[in-house]
């Protein structure tokens, strides 16, 4: 279905400028040449790169709507109004609500937190959701963090019950104009910081309020996990402040003073040092888990929780939760392939369609960025609900856009939008195949040359000589990696195989590669039953610092093999 994966090797930086800086650093040329390439080639910046630093930390009144923001909420905690806080059901959401619930308790409030489920209230601020947060009558203000901004119908139903309303996020605003409240704080608002997600606004508020009124009891460096926790697994850039909340983040989830956190960090295998990884892959996954199939509230308990026994058993009831949505999620791929395998070639040619009843929107997002990785095609996944109303998610490739796409197919569908590379649809059943027409029509149309061939894009060709433990202490400093900063992909030409692969748990290979007289071991994932050429080999991997007993190796994680060329 799809074309032989094309490897493209990254231009190598000017060589005389990376031994210099390598020399100036003390670094492995390798890592200054990586870091090169993703554009700090000044001196400065590269430092700033290397090590970021709290002090780096932009003023953050600087962002657009913080004033506003920090007076009407001491305005609240002055005179002991009824402030809910309103969040999103994903990481991002649930950490920004339990940063701000941590830094207005610090200041005396106790305000009410909500968190809309999936099926019921749906995403974002919505009527049902605002009855059911402001239900008693009292609410003042409500501040409403990772959604809002486009929420213009709620935000005057808000204001006629008398409700102010902050919000605190990081959405586009729409072409129609963004909600009419008393604050809104949201980089994309402004000229600067818009890679933040909303756990990073609500960072930036959080240090407004205490540069107005310092608290001696509270420092803010002991949540800046939270920040992290959001910033990663939401999958905004890790870059600039982000790239300082990350690294700082993750050393802090080593040593977390929330309850919540160290039971969940148990019970997911996340050892020190923490990795983005651990976020993006355990710690996220579990926190999401609840959102995608009830309610968040459970995580958010989780993360406020201060009682070590009931973390044991929130973070054992969301492990349990996960558990259950990688069976949901595993049964829905696999019927999702079958309709996939059903469709002839020219209804899977240029994209991928596929709905049933029966499949939870809280994992069809997850099946179509793992069908859309998996045959290099854009992907909608939709599940139809019991009326035959179905709600999909999308994710797409480089170069196509889902939003163009949806746009194209207008009169099909009930309601479509989100960005390039992930959308959501909802659609009627019997509207579904005309869709899937119309939407691979507009897909065939934005194709250019090889826009459907699948590419894996490799940072850098090393040969096996400079594979060291020099090279590990160096690269240390390109974490954390993430979206805008990509674990360093390399490439090893001509690579012998000293014996068989050993097969390990029936689906992994181990090798042993010999190159020019060194030798290095690699492991190659899901591969044992791939038809491998014969060696020699090119290889593609990234590496990893593995310590066991005291010793320290060199690990490589293959991500594709080749014959050599």
């Not at 009419?180 to 909303?198: I, S």
């Not at 090889?450 to 390109?478: G, R």
């Not at 591969?527 to 320290?552: H, K, M, Q």
């Amino acid at each position: 279905m799809s074309a032989k994966q094309k490897w493209i090797v990254a231009p190598s930086p000017d060589r005389d400028l990376v031994r210099e800086y390598a020399s100036a650093f003390s670094l492995s040329p390798v890592v200054v040449g990586l870091a090169m390439q993703r554009g700090f080639v000044d001196q400065e910046k590269l430092e700033q790169f290397l090590h970021p630093r709290l002090n780096d930390l932009g003023d953050p009144f600087s962002l657009p709507g913080v004033a506003r923001a920090v007076e009407r909420i001491f305005q609240a905690v002055d005179e002991g109004e009824e402030v809910v806080l309103y969040g999103d059901y994903d990481v991002d959401g649930v950490s920004s609500i339990a940063l701000l619930d941590s830094i207005l308790s610090a200041y005396g409030m106790t305000p009410k937190r909500f968190v809309p489920t999936r099926l019921e209230e749906g995403y974002g601020l919505s009527r049902k959701g605002i009855e059911n947060s402001t239900g008693d009558g009292n609410t003042t203000l409500l501040i409403a963090a990772d959604c809002g901004t486009n929420s213009r119908d709620e935000a005057i139903i808000l204001k006629e019950r008398g409700i102010d309303l902050i919000i605190l996020d990081h959405h586009e605003p729409s072409s129609e104009g963004a909600a009419d409240c008393v604050a809104l704080v949201n980089p994309k608002m402004g000229d600067d910081f818009h890679y933040l997600c909303t756990a990073g606004v609500v960072f930036k508020v959080a240090h407004a309020l205490l540069k107005t009124r310092p608290l001696s009891h509270f420092d803010l460096k002991d949540y800046l996990d939270l920040v992290a926790l959001g910033t990663i697994a939401d999958i905004v850039p890790l870059e600039e402040e982000n790239r300082i909340f990350a690294r700082r983040g993750l050393a802090q989830l080593d040593r977390t003073i929330h309850p919540g956190l160290v039971a969940l960090k148990t019970i997911a295998g996340v050892k020190s040092p923490a990795r983005s990884n651990d976020v993006g892959f355990k710690l996220g996954p579990r926190l999401n888990a609840a959102g995608r199939l009830d309610t968040a509230a459970a995580s958010l308990d989780l993360l406020l929780c201060q009682d070590e026994d009931e973390s044991r058993v929130l973070a054992e009831a969301l492990d349990q939760q996960n558990r259950d949505r990688q069976e949901l999620e595993q049964k829905t791929r696999e019927e999702a392939e079958q309709m996939i395998h059903d469709l002839t070639p020219e209804q899977r040619s240029y994209g991928i369609v596929v709905g049933s009843r029966g499949w939870h929107p809280g994992v069809v997002g997850i099946v179509a960025s793992r069908i859309s990785k998996q045959y290099h095609r854009p992907t909608f996944i939709v599940g139809i609900d019991d009326t035959g109303l179905g709600k999909g998610s999308g994710r797409s490739v480089t170069g196509i856009s889902l939003v163009r796409a949806l746009e194209a197919s207008g009169d099909l569908i009930e309601a479509g939008g989100g960005h390039e590379m992930a959308a959501g649809v909802s659609v009627r059943e019997e509207n579904l195949d005309a869709f899937r027409k119309a939407f691979l029509k507009d897909v065939q149309d934005q194709v250019d040359g090889d826009t459907l061939t699948p590419k894996l894009h490799i940072d850098a060709e090393i040969s096996f000589a400079d594979l060291s433990l020099d090279l590990l202490d160096s690269y240390e400093l390109l974490r954390p990696f993430g979206a805008g900063n990509p674990q360093p992909l390399f490439m090893a030409s001509a690579v012998q195989v000293a014996d068989a692969p050993r097969v390990i748990k029936e689906k992994h290979l181990k090798f042993r590669f010999q190159q020019n007289g060194h030798e290095h071991e690699g492991i190659y994932f899901n591969s044992a039953s791939l038809d491998l050429p014969r060696p020699p080999f090119d290889i593609a991997f990234t590496i990893d610092r593995n310590e066991w007993r005291g010793r320290v190796k060199l690990n490589m994680i293959l991500q594709a093999i080749r014959k050599a060329e």
